[in-house]
């Protein structure tokens, strides 16, 4: 990036359609989020923004073709926790998150939630405990492919428990929450703006959110560290990225728009009614998210290699 190119690239932007690709189903948790914001950043931005669902391989497949995109501010990745997480799971990871991206900017934060079919036997997070230890590898667990944030607390239930469940993968959570709904898979672990509808309609039942504090919107849900397994948090972040050759110029337009829609009070409504909140101001500019990227790089790798799993 840089140069002195970038301000003449930039004066037009956007002068077409900006797609945003989503690593997952439509439908979603990630979609759901990318939907919410694409509206007020294409009014701010003074253009379209058509959004595609890219799916395959734990998000994976949607980075690498954001990465090989041309770099003109036309194509923008939606991703989150598992852009940190793939590097551990995948040997031959066609793109480098460091590398091959620039950050435009975190956009929010997600509590995950335990969660199973309506008529699974346990009723507390207590009885899920003693059950999955007892029938272990009887018990399904869903998840959006290895790199997906429900494959990530998926391994973490499992280390904590000291059990190996039978792991369904689906395309995204999004279907993965039908499946649950209609009782063809037992348990998941997944993030609040998929989830919070279906709880509080009573079509699935849940046993805990894992981030420290309680949801607003999930008041009688206790939090895993009250449900006796500190050990089991996991909050979801979700970021845009654009191609590592992305002109600055355009990137900070992108970063202005996204700094717009997360203080529309819109945005912040609905994400509060699904249990999360859009960024901080300050964590939302690009070189705080890509500072906190790196971070998260280096906090989940020894986590996933003590679990020793691995894509390929
Ligand atoms: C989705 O959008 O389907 C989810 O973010 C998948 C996941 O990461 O679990």
Known sequence: GGGGGDDAAAEGYPEDDITFVVPFSAGGPTDTVTRLVAEPM???????????????????????????????????????????????????????PL??????????????????????????????????????????????????ASHLCGLLIQEALGVKLT??????????????????????????TNTTGQIQAGQIKAYAVTTPERVE??????????????????????????????????????????????????VIDQLAELGAAPSSEEDATPDAHMEQLESQIELWRPIIEEAGVAAN
């Open 167 to 192: 792991e369904v993968p689906y395309e995204g959570t999004g279907p993965a929450l039908q499946d649950l709904v209609a009782g063809e898979v037992d348990l998941m672990c997944d993030q609040t």
């Open 217 to 266: 919107s999930l008041p009688d849900l206790p939090t895993t560290e009250e449900a006796g397994l500190e050990a089991l948090q996991v909050g979801v972040w979700h970021g845009l990225y654009v191609p590592a050759e992305t002109p600055d110029a355009i990137v900070e337009k992108l970063s202005a728009a996204l700094k717009v829609a997360l203080a529309d009070q819109n």
């Open 99 to 148: 590398e091959d991206f620039k950050t435009v900017g975190l956009v929010t934060e997600v509590p995950m939630t335990i969660v199973a079919r309506s008529d699974f036997e346990p009723g507390t997070m207590e009885e899920l405990v003693e059950y999955v230890e007892q029938n272990a590898e009887d018990v399904t667990l869903a998840n959006a492919g290895i790199g997906a």
């Open 42 to 96: 294409a009014e701010e931005l003074g253009g379209n923004v058509v959004v595609q669902n890219v799916e395959g391989a734990g998000g994976t497949i949607a980075a690498g073709q954001v990465a090989a995109a041309n770099p003109d501010g036309y194509t923008v990745l939606m991703h989150h926790i598992g852009m940190s997480t793939a590097p551990s799971l995948y040997a031959d990871l066609p793109y480098e």
